[in-house]
């Protein structure tokens, strides 16, 4: 029997009682532990228990993989149909738009782009370096 | 940080062996909440399976409001008590009067010759003892939990755990000390 009577009795003596908590009660009550006790030991579960949860684990995880694959995809797939189907819905054309305005600029539009590289420079060189 | 919450976290990564350990730590505690309601021994191990791949899906939403252990004990209890709702198995519910009832001394002869042996005596009584009241009973003196950890897990309010535990220990030291006297009166 590996029930610790002191803490058994311990324990009974938590509740408050009428009567004292006695030595042939907690004798009593240890005996039916011990009994409960061994009831748990005699069901063991199979040594290789836990891989096969894991295993489990691990299908069902591929198989989640998958399917979140075919998701993705249908996803892209059902998009790009869609848009068709509205662009000809509203019989969009294609136009360039103000691109079609600035295209006579192209200094300019090569300034811009060169301009917003150089403030990058600096920002990097000098304005990051100072505040660290 | 717990040593809880780094498994948890390691598991939530992806980390099998993780999950492993878990399984090694909380196998125990598991197979005895199944096996003290369930009696079928066939099903055991496919209850505890589903209990631990129950943890392992909702382990994300646990937020360590209540011990790990305390945790993972209260999805196998709901596990185990929704497999008998499923099979149909009678979840009693016993009143302080029924359970005095079920103790009451009706021996056939067979009993008669149990009691010679007080272990096994002590077998007869526990069988006897409604699952809920050996849940308690088991939980409070072989792992250790307090009122509100079987609370939690059982889903009673802590005054309905104390009543049990109280009866239960009560009924049964008095049928083993009378027991035990009538031998030594032999």
Redesign the interface.
Do not use: A, G, N, Y
């Given at each position: 029997m590996n029930i610790d009577k002191e803490k058994l009795k311990g324990q009974m003596e938590e509740e408050k009682t009428l009567s004292p908590i006695t030595t042939e009660d907690v004798e009593a009550i240890g005996r039916v532990l011990a009994v409960l006790e061994n009831e748990d030991k005699s069901i063991q579960l199979s040594s290789n228990f836990s891989d096969s949860i894991i295993k489990q684990v691990m299908h069902k995880r591929a198989k989640e993989n998958r399917f979140g694959w075919f998701g993705y995809l249908a996803g892209i797939v059902g998009l790009i149909v869609m848009l068709i189907i509205s662009l000809s819905l509203v019989e969009f054309k294609f136009d360039l738009g103000f691109l079609k305005g600035i295209a006579n600029y192209s200094g300019l539009f090569l300034f811009g782009i060169a301009f917003i590289c150089l403030l990058n420079i600096l920002e990097k060189r000098f304005i990051r370096f100072s505040s660290e | 940080m717990t040593e809880d919450q780094i498994l948890v976290a390691r598991i939530l990564r992806g980390d099998?062996e993780a999950?492993?350990n878990l399984?090694?730590v909380h196998?125990r505690l598991v197979?005895?909440m199944v096996?003290?309601l369930i009696k079928q021994?066939e099903d055991?191990?496919e209850i505890?399976?589903d209990v631990?791949?129950k943890v392992?899906e909702k382990l994300g939403v646990f937020n360590f409001q209540s011990k790990l252990s305390t945790w993972i004990a209260t999805i196998a209890y709901r596990h185990a008590i929704n497999f008998m709702k499923k099979k149909r198995i009678l979840i009693e519910e016993v009143s302080a009067e029924s359970l005095v009832e079920r103790f009451v001394d009706h021996e056939t002869p067979e009993e008669i010759f149990i009691d010679k042996d007080?272990?096994a005596y002590?077998?007869t009584?526990?069988e006897k003892l409604p699952a809920q009241y050996?849940m308690v009973?088991?939980l409070?003196?072989?792992d250790g939990m307090n009122y509100e950890e079987i609370g939690e897990i059982t889903g009673m309010p802590e005054g309905t755990v104390?009543n049990y535990?109280?009866r239960a220990?009560n009924i049964?030291?008095e049928k083993?000390?009378t027991q035990?006297s009538k031998e030594e009166i032999v």
């Open positions: - | 099998m999950f492993r399984i090694k196998e197979s005895h096996s003290r021994r055991h191990e505890c399976q631990f791949l392992h007080l272990d002590v077998k009584l526990i050996k009973l088991t409070f003196h072989l104390k535990l109280f220990r049964l030291k083993i000390k035990t």
